[in-house]
């Protein structure tokens, strides 16, 4: 049976969650095999860096801190593909820093990994109708919301934020590349569209799945972590890399 793996990128605005966030995956029907926090001192963006004896004490064994060049949100995807690149059915599930599982958010995901083996799942992901290179077809359906649908459905691309459960198989060796694309993309600040353009060139479906009880997002100081982007702004990024790529 191949593993679950959990991969988060690790703020130092959120080392107060991480003990929070563990238990929730610990807590639920499907307990992963291994949980890791990507995490860096240097600082970028909006994260000051984490040193180590800053670090949180955790007892469980399946948790681990890896140190790794903080080049943002990427960091949750990059290193984690490198490290099972060869166990290509390894189950990698990517979240963020700022929201906790609910006890069916990964059994979910596996389940329909399960019955969908050749396709990402997701929790959350929109339809941007934006233009693939010509040998793939964009998929025409609506905005996908797991509390709101009751049948998988194909989306653009999907959040990460919620959970998203990709494979090795599912990526070619370029996507290592991404630094020589990054001047261009702005890849260090969104992670979701470039992971979504590398599973669509090679075929593989983006699916949101239903589900009872999604990801709950942790509150800062009264108010809901992370940002929004505007539609406009993701085709356009869309746009910039389906170009780039073809050119």
Not at 218 to 245: A, F, H, M, P
Request: proline content about 6%; charged content about 30%; glycine content about 6%.
């Amino acid at each position: 049976m191949s593993k679950i793996i959990v991969s988060i990128t690790l703020m130092h605005k959120r080392l107060a969650h991480v003990e929070k966030i563990v238990n929730g995956f610990l807590n639920g029907k499907v307990v992963p095999d291994k949980i890791y926090f990507f995490v860096s001192s240097e600082p970028f963006f909006k994260d000051k860096g984490i040193q180590p004896e800053e670090l949180p004490k955790i007892k469980s064994k399946i948790v681990e801190f890896k140190y790794v060049e903080n080049y943002g949100p990427l960091r949750k995807w990059i290193p984690i593909l490198k490290m099972y690149w060869d166990e290509p059915d390894t189950k990698i599930i990517c979240f963020d820093d700022d929201r906790y599982p609910q006890v069916d958010t990964l059994s979910t995901l596996v389940k329909y990994s399960n019955k969908f083996p050749n396709s990402a799942i997701g929790l959350a992901g929109p339809n941007l109708h934006f233009k693939y290179p010509a040998n793939i077809k964009p998929n025409k359906t609506n905005l996908g919301w797991s509390r709101r649908i009751t049948e998988p459905i194909s989306v653009s691309y999907l959040s990460s934020g919620v959970g998203a459960l990709t494979k090795p198989k599912f990526f070619s060796e370029d996507i290592f590349e991404w630094k020589k694309h990054d001047k261009y993309l702005g890849l260090r600040y969104t992670d979701e569209v470039f992971i979504a353009y590398n599973l669509a060139k090679n075929g593989i479906d983006r699916k949101v799945v239903p589900v009872r009880n999604r990801v709950d997002q942790i509150i800062e100081d009264g108010k809901k972590g992370g940002g929004k982007l505007k539609k406009r702004q993701l085709v356009k990024w869309t746009k910039t890399i389906g170009n780039y790529y073809e050119g």
